[in-house]
């Protein structure tokens, strides 16, 4: 068994893609997520965002879990300059 897919569930996908976008993920800047999914390859996983709004399509008794968050989630640099390179972007994107 080995870890093939991460999914993370958004209210808004284009904020979402943007800022992992900027931490430097694959995301295509065109990527078409009219149907609430669009899902991404990188370093053999794959990576996945969904709407709410696709989440109560498929179940619709689903609703966001409450409190505080259960997953985290890591992003590797390959040296502490990609590090602080990462933040640069991520600060100057406003986030």
């Not at 899902?39 to 709407?51: C, F, P, Q, S, Y």
């Not at 689903?62 to 602080?84: E, F, I, T, Y």
Request: no cysteine.
């Amino acid at each position: 068994m080995r870890l093939n897919y991460v999914s993370f569930v958004v209210t808004d996908m284009s904020a979402a893609l943007a800022f992992y976008r900027t931490l430097g993920l694959p995301v295509p800047a065109d990527a078409d997520f009219t149907q609430g999914h669009v899902e991404i390859e990188a370093g053999g996983l794959r990576i996945a965002w969904e709407t709410e709004a696709l989440l109560r399509q498929l179940n619709p008794e689903w609703s966001p879990p409450s409190g505080s968050g259960r997953v985290a989630v890591a992003v590797q640099a390959d040296d502490p300059a990609g590090v602080d390179d990462a933040v640069s972007r991520v600060r100057a994107a406003g986030y």
